[in-house]
């Protein structure tokens, strides 16, 4: 016997419907949905026992963690970035090259501290503007999920932020 769901679902015949709610529901267009007067089910969506997400399994380290949720079982929709190159494109990666700096010295410790705190914080912007949970050095899946490379847009925010900000707590 069908559960209740399925058997009050509507039939729908038009195929041009059906293309329609099948690519708005790809594309995660709910309101295209509703706005055509169907639900998901009734265009070819695939029914859901109430939670939305299909588990993933991310291979990740906790050290690889920029910024966001740190546990892999918490992780829904992360970005990654190449961190080294974003520490090199801040003020302070540029002048510990330039001056040839070591970064194992007081000062080269202080100014890549400076420029990886930098690019955390560009990291969380960006995180937080395009609906991110994570960003991450390194991470991957067992199923080959996609993970979307924020490199350009941490770049972006890197070159708009101010060359020296005020020390925090001052």
Known sequence: MKPAREQNRQSNNSSGWQAW????????????????GHDVHAVGGEPSSGDSTVEIDWVVEAEDSVCG???ARQIRKPGKVDFNRLVDLTPEGKRVRRDRIDPDSAEGVRLLNRAKSRVRDASAVIMKRQGYDSVWKRISSKKGAYIADLTAYVEIEIKKAPLYSAPQGS
Do not use: S
Not at 21 to 36: E, H, M, P
């Open 21 to 36: 709610g099948r690519a708005c529901a790809r594309l995660g267009l709910t309101v295209c949905i509703v706005f055509a």
């Open 69 to 71: 949720v740190v546990e």
